[in-house]
Structure formats: structure tokens, C-alpha cells
């Protein structure tokens, strides 16, 4: 297996990526073999920030549903996940047995918790296997609500939710920071192995937040939106791709989309993915599985932004978001929708669905008017369409669908042969064995205390 590294004069990513993992962009250069190679554990820490030591992780902290202990070890656990994230500091890791916890988690600096250090993150996990321990608390309310913190890891939970679909913002986990115009956002997160059940407004949410990994998640719930809604993740100056959804399966039902990455995000990776959801529930005319572009609630500072004809219009857009390597297999109207995104590519994707009547669609996308009266918009840009399995000829699967400028299509066939791995399923093996790692690290730090 060639470690990627070897292909980083292409620009793409400086990720510590095997070739075997991905990509389209990488086409040419790797072998069959490697393209469809088994998941590793040392696979798994090229979707970490690049600074994570996980060889810090020295401190642990038990948590069972019966614990009354001080967390030092499982036999003295603690009896509350919320009481364990209190105490946590940088270098630990919450070790939260199998069980069912009704709490509703907080993290959040005015509670004064303690964020992980560029270095030294701090892990959350379900120690006795993906899915063992269930956070499911009471209706109407987030299971884990994260705001302004920055590196941590939450891994291998089922987060049951019970929010509303149609009021309120509740959902299984968000990640962000409440100010989406100004302050500090959200960073370094790595959000892996768990399920996301239930019901909510969305199934998973970041917004405002920077180098956010989703990765081996299991959707299956009825969310009101998106399954995975994504407001303002990423950073206009960086080089490579900083935010990941990879690896997961995503089922159940939506009001809108699968996953949306919306007005000011960028560099985010979204591969494969295993698509089996029915999309579009609350809309007429069903949804897009993939929407790359849009809104949201931006138009609540609408009067705060400007033209287009001003460079800072860059904030509305979603650029350079690269759809690789997904399979989709169910209900929606569009598999992939550009809605305004620039410089983006959607490559190697196996589109033949027969539950979505459209391949990919590029749409303008508006949001309201400015003061004169002139509407905010932005047109599709600089986007490629490259090397996906398709089911008739490029004519017929997107002629006359792609509003915008500057398109590349090209080498889209429906003979070419899509067996890459996809979904949660391809993961989890080394997520677990990546929990069973943390374990053995830090409880030889510990012995030598």
C-alpha cells in the first residue's frame, strides 16, 4: 500500500492519507488493489487534525449508568457522561460503558469546558464497542450540544433523538458556535462510528466550525432537513480539503437532503458515502440527496452582507467541495444538485439510481435583496463533472442541467465498473480497533503514574 504522500504534487490534499482510501483525483496513479484495500486504524488518523498526538492521551475517566464513583478506573466510575466532560482536560479520554444515559450533553465555554489543545485532544467514546452505550434523553432538547469548543473526538456512540421535525432546532449532535457573522468558530472535531436514530431537525449539524470530520456514521432516523446540514464549515484560505464527510451510511427519511453544505463552506470531501435515504419528504418535488450550495438561515443578516460585486460576496458561496467515489441508492429527485458552488467536482461517483429521475443539476442560487432592491445571487462556477459511472450518455444525463459557467464534463460513462468500498460498514472494524488502541495507551500512562 503507497502512502499518498507520494501524490501530493497533484495539490489536492495534505492529508496522511493511504491511496487506498481515495480518491477520483487519484485515479491514474493507484492500483485496483489499493483502491479496494480493507480499512486500517492508522487509515483512520488521516481524517485527524494533522496536530493530534494521540500518544498524549494519558488521562482516563470512567462513566457507567450505575457509577458512583470518582472515574478512575471502571470499577469507581462516575455515573454521568456530563459530570466526566466537566473534569476532562486535554489528553483524556472518557471511557463510557454499555448502557442507556438520559442526558442531555453540554459543551459549551460559558460552562467553562475545557477544550482540547491543538495537540492534545480530548476523546469521548463508547469503550465497549460502537453503538454499546445509548445517549438518549428527554423530548425537544439536543443529546449533545457543542458550542465554541475545540478539539474533541466523540466516537462510537447511538445518539437516539427525540427532537421535533418540524419546530425548533433540536437535533442528535451539533457542533458550532452561535454567532455565524463574527467570533471564534468550532474546530477540530472528529465525529466517528456513532448512530444517529430517532427523530430531529437534523441528524447531525455543524455551522460555523472548521476542520469537522464526520466518518463511518450510521443514519437512520426521520430528520426534518438533512440528515447532515452544514452552515459556514471551512475556511476560505486553505489549501486542501479540511473537512470530511466519508464513510458513512445514511438511511431513513428527510425533509430536504441527505447532506447539504451550504453558504460559506469550503474544502470539504464528501466519499464514499452509501446513500439509501428517501430525501424530500416536505418538498414536492423530493430533494437533492447531495446539495452543494445554499441558504439556509443566512437570510436572517441578509441587511449585513454584501453585493456581489464585492469580494466579501465570497462568504455566500460554497467552493471547492469535492463528491467522490458516493453510491446512491435511494429516493430523491436529484443525486447531486451544484446550487451556486464554484470550483467544486463531483468525480467517480457510481450515479445510475433508478429512484432519482435526475444525475446532477447547477442551478443560480438567490438569497432575498439588498437594500436597493437588487437580489443577492451568485451563478455556478469553475465546477467539473469528471469520470462518473452514469446511466445514458453525458447528453442525456445532464444536457441542459447545468446552469453556470465555466463546466468541465467529461469521461462520464455507463460502462464503467464501480466497486469501490462505501458506508459505515467499511470503517468500523478500525474504529473499534482504534477504541481498544486509546484504551491500551492510556491505561499503560496510567500504570506508570
Same mark, same amino acid.
Given at each position: 500500500?503507497?502512502?499518498?504522500?507520494?501524490?501530493?504534487?497533484?495539490?489536492?490534499i495534505? #492529508?496522511?492519507?493511504?491511496?487506498?482510501?481515495?480518491?477520483?483525483?487519484?485515479?491514474?496513479?493507484?492500483?485496483e488493489?489499493? @483502491?479496494?484495500?480493507?480499512?486500517?486504524?492508522?487509515?483512520?488518523?488521516?481524517?485527524?487534525?494533522?496536530?493530534?498526538?494521540?500518544e498524549?492521551?494519558?488521562?482516563?475517566?470512567w462513566?457507567?449508568?450505575?457509577?458512583?464513583?470518582?472515574?478512575?478506573?471502571?470499577?469507581?466510575?462516575?455515573?454521568?457522561?456530563? $459530570?466526566?466532560?466537566?473534569?476532562?482536560?486535554?489528553?483524556?479520554?472518557?471511557?463510557?460503558?454499555?448502557?442507556? !444515559?438520559?442526558?442531555?450533553?453540554?459543551?459549551?465555554?460559558?460552562?467553562?469546558?475545557?477544550?482540547?489543545t491543538?495537540?492534545?485532544?480530548?476523546?469521548?467514546?463508547? #469503550?465497549?464497542g460502537?453503538g454499546?452505550?445509548?445517549?438518549?434523553?428527554?423530548?425537544?432538547?439536543?443529546?449533545?450540544?457543542?458550542?465554541r469548543?475545540?478539539?474533541?473526538?466523540?466516537?462510537?456512540?447511538?445518539?437516539?433523538?427525540?427532537?421535533?421535525?418540524?419546530d425548533?432546532?433540536?437535533?442528535?449532535?451539533?457542533?458550532?458556535?452561535s454567532?455565524?457573522?463574527?467570533?471564534?468558530?468550532a474546530?477540530?472535531?472528529w465525529?466517528?462510528?456513532?448512530?444517529?436514530?430517532?427523530?430531529?431537525?437534523?441528524?447531525?449539524?455543524?455551522?460555523?466550525?472548521?476542520?469537522?470530520?464526520?466518518?463511518?456514521?450510521?443514519?437512520?432516523g426521520?430528520?426534518?432537513?438533512e440528515?447532515? @446540514?452544514?452552515?459556514?464549515?471551512?475556511?476560505? @484560505?486553505?489549501?486542501?480539503?479540511?473537512?470530511h464527510?466519508v464513510?458513512?451510511?445514511?438511511?431513513?427519511?428527510?425533509?430536504?437532503?441527505?447532506?447539504?453544505?451550504? !453558504?460559506?463552506?469550503?474544502?470539504?470531501?464528501?466519499?464514499?458515502?452509501?446513500? $439509501?435515504?428517501?430525501?424530500g419528504?416536505?418538498?414536492?418535488?423530493?430533494?437533492?440527496?447531495?446539495?452543494?450550495?445554499?441558504?439556509?438561515?443566512?437570510k436572517?443578516?441578509v441587511?449585513?452582507?454584501?453585493?456581489?460585486?464585492?469580494?466579501a460576496?465570497?462568504?455566500?458561496?460554497?467552493?471547492?467541495?469535492?463528491?467522490?467515489r458516493?453510491?446512491?441508492?435511494?429516493?430523491?429527485?436529484?443525486?447531486?444538485?451544484l446550487?451556486g458552488?464554484?470550483?467544486?467536482?463531483?468525480?467517480?461517483? @457510481?450515479?445510475?439510481?433508478?429512484?432519482?429521475?435526475?444525475?446532477?443539476?447547477?442551478?443560480?442560487?438567490?438569497l432575498?435583496?439588498d437594500p436597493?432592491?437588487n437580489?443577492?445571487?451568485?451563478?455556478?462556477r469553475?465546477?467539473?463533472? #469528471?469520470?462518473?459511472r452514469?446511466?445514458?450518455?453525458?447528453?442525456?444525463?445532464?444536457?441542459?442541467?447545468?446552469e453556470g459557467?465555466?463546466?468541465?464534463v467529461a469521461?462520464?460513462?455507463?460502462?464503467? #465498473?464501480?466497486? !469501490?468500498?462505501t458506508?459505515?460498514a467499511?470503517?468500523?472494524?478500525?474504529?473499534?480497533?482504534?477504541?481498544?488502541?486509546?484504551?491500551?495507551? $492510556?491505561?499503560a500512562?496510567?500504570?506508570?503514574?
Open positions: 500500500m503507497r502512502p499518498l504522500a507520494q501524490f501530493l504534487s497533484r495539490g489536492a495534505n #492529508v496522511r492519507l493511504p491511496a487506498a482510501l481515495l480518491f477520483g483525483i487519484f485515479a491514474a496513479v493507484s492500483t488493489a489499493e @483502491d479496494k484495500a480493507p480499512v486500517s486504524p492508522a487509515d483512520l488518523h488521516g481524517f485527524m487534525p494533522q496536530s493530534w498526538n494521540l498524549t492521551m494519558e488521562h482516563q475517566l462513566v457507567s449508568p450505575q457509577g458512583v464513583g470518582d472515574g478512575s478506573s471502571r470499577l469507581k466510575a462516575l455515573g454521568s457522561i456530563q $459530570t466526566a466532560i466537566e473534569q476532562a482536560r486535554p489528553g483524556t479520554v472518557i471511557f463510557v460503558t454499555a448502557g442507556t !444515559y438520559p442526558e442531555s450533553l453540554t459543551l459549551a465555554q460559558s460552562a467553562e469546558i475545557a477544550s482540547g491543538d495537540e492534545s485532544p480530548i476523546f469521548l467514546v463508547s #469503550v465497549d460502537c454499546a452505550a445509548e445517549i438518549k434523553p428527554g423530548r425537544d432538547v439536543t443529546n449533545l450540544d457543542a458550542n469548543i475545540q478539539n474533541w473526538a466523540v466516537v462510537g456512540f447511538h445518539f437516539v433523538g427525540a427532537g421535533s421535525t418540524t425548533g432546532d433540536n437535533s442528535p449532535i451539533k457542533i458550532g458556535a454567532n455565524l457573522i463574527e467570533g471564534e468558530p474546530r477540530n472535531w465525529v466517528a462510528g456513532n448512530t444517529f436514530s430517532g427523530t430531529g431537525h437534523d441528524g447531525s449539524k455543524a455551522y460555523h466550525a472548521r476542520n469537522i470530520t464526520w466518518l463511518g456514521n450510521h443514519y437512520d426521520e430528520w426534518g432537513q440528515a447532515c @446540514d452544514n452552515v459556514a464549515v471551512g475556511v476560505s @484560505d486553505a489549501t486542501a480539503d479540511q473537512n464527510f464513510f458513512n451510511t445514511v438511511a431513513g427519511t428527510s425533509g430536504y437532503s441527505a447532506i447539504t453544505v451550504k !453558504y460559506g463552506s469550503n474544502h470539504f470531501l464528501i466519499a464514499q458515502n452509501e446513500f $439509501t435515504i428517501n430525501t419528504t416536505r418538498l414536492p418535488l423530493r430533494g437533492a440527496m447531495i446539495r452543494v450550495g445554499g441558504n439556509g438561515d443566512l436572517r443578516f441587511d449585513r452582507l454584501p453585493h456581489e460585486t464585492d469580494p460576496f465570497s462568504v455566500l458561496t460554497a467552493s471547492h467541495v469535492r463528491v467522490m458516493n453510491r446512491f441508492s435511494g429516493v430523491c429527485g436529484i443525486n447531486v444538485e446550487y458552488s464554484r470550483d467544486s467536482e463531483i468525480g467517480d461517483n @457510481d450515479l445510475v439510481n433508478p429512484n432519482a429521475p435526475i444525475e446532477i443539476q447547477a442551478t443560480e442560487a438567490r432575498g435583496d436597493q432592491g437580489p443577492y445571487r451568485w451563478t455556478a469553475n465546477n467539473r463533472i #469528471v469520470g462518473n452514469i446511466s445514458a450518455s453525458e447528453e442525456n444525463s445532464f444536457g441542459g442541467r447545468l459557467e465555466a463546466f468541465s469521461d462520464n460513462r455507463s460502462d464503467r #465498473v464501480f466497486e !469501490y468500498p458506508g459505515a467499511a470503517v468500523r472494524p478500525a474504529i473499534e480497533a482504534l477504541i481498544e488502541t486509546l484504551l491500551q495507551t $492510556t491505561s500512562s496510567a500504570s506508570h503514574r
